[in-house]
């Protein structure tokens, strides 16, 4: 995608209304006058996300059913990431020059687009059922339901995250398995730390302290979903939080920070190097390991697990974070784009084997619920069994919430709990209440 200026958009936006051609990101029409009636082309824009791997996806499925579909023309480009992807499709959608379609929407950003107007309920439009059906996805996508009851995001690819543990260093300890329990957990710290005294802790990880909202992806949001069910924590504008689960979190946190368990400070990859024993891993982390760590072997030297869950409760019924991005369709886009855009989804999702081709390409797991059982995957995962766990719990991936200050909100939670709570600054019973009540005043 090319960078333009405000004028220049908006220029272009004019251009294509006196042409009726595709001179904007909108896409048009092409024919005489007639608005796609018989004999016009239909041209879409679809932006993809600023990845090769991923624009070179798209770009092969477009023209697939372009040469099927002589009627649409497909128009693949790369959003643009100055200063982010998110601020490049609010400054089109301001000019007039949104795209028709665009991936690379996690759930929060797209309750701001939602909040405004900007996209379609694509629940509203003919043949997004058929997508969730014959993609397999029922489980997958419920989740994603707005508060509203609408369906603004099709997810395209699920991380269902996972915990990473050093086996190697659990073998020494006597376990020749992952525990899976909260006291389970801090009874093996207190081993770890007869041991190894301040040479290995259970979680070395500086973000554990830093109050960034991301972070609370990758530690506070796994914990919680596993300990809740999957709870949605936020729903739209009202704060549904599960009070006992959210404080035997940071009460799990609180009882590791007295063990010792915990170094919130910078150091050098803590898990590959052995000085921490659990982590968040999500699956985009093996190529980095083979080319980095090739000593690190799934199986023989590592484990992945799903989050731990607190006492009394069934490790298999443990929930997680599912870091996950979708594809929408643009409230501006005509009627004829809407219906050629969820037409193409429809066709792409149709097949298992172009989700396959994704997955093999992209190492990004697709929305699906039967990524362990569909023989379409299965060469995929034996050449790479580490990817097996994250295909198993795409079914139970909890994705962000949706609401439109998803950055602040999570910030709360590191500065009025999470973090407090790690640092010893506050009770987990304190830091849930105050977190709740500065939360449900920013909801106001």
Request: net charge negative; hydrophobic share 40%; aromatic share 10%.
């Amino acid at each position: 995608m090319m960078r333009k200026s405000l004028g220049a958009l908006l220029l272009a936006a004019v251009a294509a209304t006196m042409l009726s051609a595709c001179s904007t990101g909108q896409g048009s029409t092409e024919s005489s006058g007639n608005g796609g009636a018989s004999g016009g082309v239909t041209t879409i824009e679809f932006w993809a996300a600023p990845n090769p791997t991923q624009q070179a996806y798209w770009q092969e499925m477009a023209k697939a059913y372009e040469s099927e579909h002589s009627n649409v023309k497909i128009n693949v480009s790369a959003i643009k990431e100055s200063p982010t992807s998110e601020a490049s499709i609010q400054s089109a959608i301001a000019a007039k020059s949104a795209p028709t379609m665009s991936e690379n929407i996690n759930r929060g950003f797209g309750a701001q687009l939602a909040d405004s107007k900007a996209l379609v309920p694509l629940d509203t439009l003919d043949g997004f059922q058929d997508i969730v059906k014959e993609r397999n996805m029922n489980s997958t996508i419920e989740p994603w339901k707005f508060a509203d009851g609408h369906q603004y995001v099709l997810p395209i690819y699920s991380n269902a995250m996972l915990f990473g543990w050093r086996l190697d260093v659990l073998k020494e300890l006597g376990y020749n398995e992952p525990p899976q329990t909260y006291s389970e957990i801090v009874e093996l710290t207190k081993k770890l730390k007869d041991k190894y005294g301040d040479q290995k802790y259970l979680w070395a990880k500086a973000d554990l302290a830093d109050p960034t909202a991301w972070k609370r992806w990758f530690d506070f949001y796994m914990l919680y979903n596993a300990a809740s069910g999957g709870n949605k924590f936020i729903e739209g504008s009202r704060f549904t939080g599960d009070r006992k689960a959210g404080e035997e979190v940071l009460a799990f946190m609180d009882d590791l920070r007295k063990a010792n368990g915990l170094l919130a400070r910078q150091v050098t990859d803590p898990f590959e190097n052995g000085v921490g024993v659990f982590t968040d891993v999500g699956p985009w982390t093996f190529t980095t390991w083979k080319e980095k760590y090739p000593n690190l072997k799934y199986g023989d030297n590592f484990a992945l697990t799903m989050p731990p869950v607190p006492d009394g409760m069934d490790p298999k019924d443990s929930k997680t974070f599912a870091d996950t991005k979708g594809l929408v369709i643009y409230a501006s886009a005509t009627k004829e784009q809407q219906a050629a855009a969820i037409d193409f989804i429809k066709w792409v999702y149709s097949d298992a084997a172009n989700d396959a081709k994704w997955f093999e390409q992209t190492n990004l797991p697709p929305a699906r619920d039967d990524l362990k059982t569909n023989d379409s995957f299965k060469a995929i995962l034996d050449k790479q069994p580490e990817l097996k766990p994250y295909a198993e719990n795409v079914p139970n991936a909890i994705p962000p919430m949706d609401n439109a200050k998803y950055n602040d909100l999570q910030t709360i939670i590191g500065t009025e709990a999470f973090n407090k709570v790690v640092k010893g600054q506050i009770s987990p019973a304190e830091g849930w209440a105050n977190m709740q009540k500065a939360i449900e005043g920013a909801l106001q």
